[in-house]
Antibody
Framework: QVQLVESGGGLVKPGGSLRLSCAAS????????MSWIRQAPGKGLEWVSYISSSGSTIYYADSVKGRFTISRDNAKNSLYLQMNSLRAEDTAVYYC?????????WGQGTLVTVSS | QSALTQPASVSGSPGQSITISCTGT?????????VSWYQQHPGKAPKLMIY???KRPSGVSNRFSGSKSGNTASLTISGLQAEDEADYYCCSYAGSRGVFGGGTKLTVL
């Protein structure tokens, strides 16, 4: 069965960095676009970034452009999100998701807290 | 990158039907039949309930249906049940990006 398992979340100070990982299994990872979507505490869903199956097409929300970098390793069935210059407003649960608009599979989420 | 507009809350009694609207623009909902709806219970990941405006994934109850008219998409839940109480989010393709609605809290009275 399809599984998406995020890791790498935690507490970080403003201006710090964090790298999230998502281990995928149960499907042909290299066939699918992958996304990172976040949800701040008590708030709605927000698209952060997506990457095409080959990695050639990438999108970032304006709120993270220039600070976050999405990448993937199809040989390792893994998706990554490098987050730099973190701000308090980046505090959220970050979900790894298969596809972009029609998301049939989500990870359980990993919490990123940006606080001094 | 404005979010799609959803009512903050809706409510209904068991057995009733409710409809949640999702209003976008001609750049997103109005231009693409790529609208999806997600159900989210507290502390859980979202679950896909409707995709491509009106299609239901395998395993989703036929009490859930979707439609679209112009720049507004709608999710209808018929025969409300207690377990339907959750947050609901719409999502639309918007040309090289996706955009979510702000979410609607459904209360089953």
């Amino acid at each position: 069965q399809v599984q998406l398992v995020e890791s790498g979340g935690g507490l970080v100070k403003p201006g710090g960095s964090l790298r999230l990982s998502c281990a995928a299994s149960g499907f042909t990872f290299s066939d699918y676009y992958m996304s990172w979507i976040r949800q701040a505490p008590g708030k709605g869903l927000e698209w952060v970034s997506y990457i095409s199956s080959s990695g050639s097409t990438i999108y970032y929300a304006d709120s993270v452009k220039g600070r976050f970098t999405i990448s993937r390793d199809n040989a390792k069935n893994s998706l990554y999100l490098q987050m730099n210059s973190l701000r308090a407003e980046d505090t959220a649960v970050y979900y790894c998701a298969r596809d972009t608009v029609t998301i049939g599979y989500w990870g359980q989420g990993t919490l990123v807290t940006v606080s001094s | 990158q404005s979010a799609l507009t959803q009512p903050a809350s809706v409510s209904g009694s068991p057995g009733q039907s409710i409809t949640i609207s999702c209003t976008g623009t001609s750049s997103d909902v109005g231009s693409y039949n790529l609208v999806s709806w997600y159900q989210q219970h507290p502390g859980k990941a979202p679950k896909l309930m409707i995709y491509e405006v009106s299609k239901r994934p395998s395993g989703v109850s036929n009490r859930f249906s979707g439609s679209k008219s112009g720049n507004t998409a709608s999710l209808t839940i018929s025969g409300l049940q207690a377990e339907d109480e959750a947050d609901y989010y719409c999502c639309s393709y918007a040309g090289s990006r996706g955009v979510f609605g702000g979410g609607t809290k459904l209360t089953v009275l």
